[in-house]
């Protein structure tokens, strides 16, 4: 018997969720084994059964994976998708709304929430790449270490937030950039999760 790749299979789990939440339906084997690089279908579908087998999804009886209902109930909290951070160099913060995405509270909690997308490489360090949806918990206050949506001079920047000797400093996950300490900053959210974008 082969071993499972447990890294695979938590690739694929995170790729179910994160598919049902943009799209409000489960993927099919197809994509999974696309995401997966799995040569065969049939080996996308045992993986998703190890999943089934350990309570982390479900299947119907035609073996399709199961939308969690909690996806489309009152046990959900609406979070609005507004304009691009940059997680390279500060961008221009866009106030439009873009979308909405419901998010269930068993995973996001029900505090208010933001979503954004990334765009750039500085935060490559905490697994925060190019394209990725952020969700952010609406707040003006964080602690040190914390990441951090913020604002400066009315452009929207995503880093790690450190407080120094009076100083704020916005710390990027990634060698190739420096440190921003701007005199004035307004904090807009603390970042809760990451919903990648395969």
């Known amino acids: 018997?082969?071993?499972?790749?447990?890294?695979?299979?938590?690739?694929?789990?995170?790729?179910?969720?994160?598919?049902?939440?943009?799209?409000?339906?489960?993927?099919?084997?197809?994509?999974?084994?696309?995401?997966?690089?799995f040569p065969s279908l049939a080996t996308a579908q045992k993986y998703v059964k190890i999943l089934q087998s350990r309570g982390l999804i479900e299947r119907n009886d035609l073996g399709r994976i199961v939308t969690p209902t909690r996806l489309d109930t009152e046990d959900t909290i609406v979070a609005p998708l507004v304009g691009k951070v940059a997680?390279?160099?500060?961008?221009?913060?866009?106030?439009?709304?873009?979308?909405?995405?419901?998010?269930?509270?068993?995973?996001?909690?029900?505090?208010?929430?933001?979503?954004?997308t990334a765009s750039g490489d500085s935060m490559e360090g905490v697994g925060i790449k190019d394209g990725d949806l952020i969700v952010a918990e609406i707040t003006s206050t964080a602690e040190s270490g914390d990441i951090v949506?913020?604002?400066?001079?009315?452009?929207?920047?995503?880093?790690t937030y450190y407080k120094k000797k009076g100083k704020h400093i916005l710390h990027p996950e990634n060698p190739k950039y420096e440190d921003i300490i701007p005199d004035e900053l307004v904090i807009q959210g603390v970042v809760k999760h990451v919903i990648h974008n395969f």
Request: glycine fraction near 6%; charge should be positive; hydrophobic fraction near 40%.
């Open 1 to 37: 018997m082969k071993v499972i790749n447990e890294t695979k299979l938590n690739q694929i789990l995170e790729f179910i969720n994160s598919f049902q939440l943009k799209e409000g339906r489960s993927p099919s084997y197809r994509q999974i084994a696309k995401i997966a690089c």
């Open 87 to 116: 997680c390279g160099k500060p961008i221009l913060a866009v106030e439009n709304i873009e979308g909405n995405f419901r998010l269930p509270k068993t995973i996001f909690g029900s505090q208010d929430k933001m979503i954004l």
């Open 149 to 159: 949506v913020a604002l400066i001079d009315d452009s929207a920047t995503v880093k």
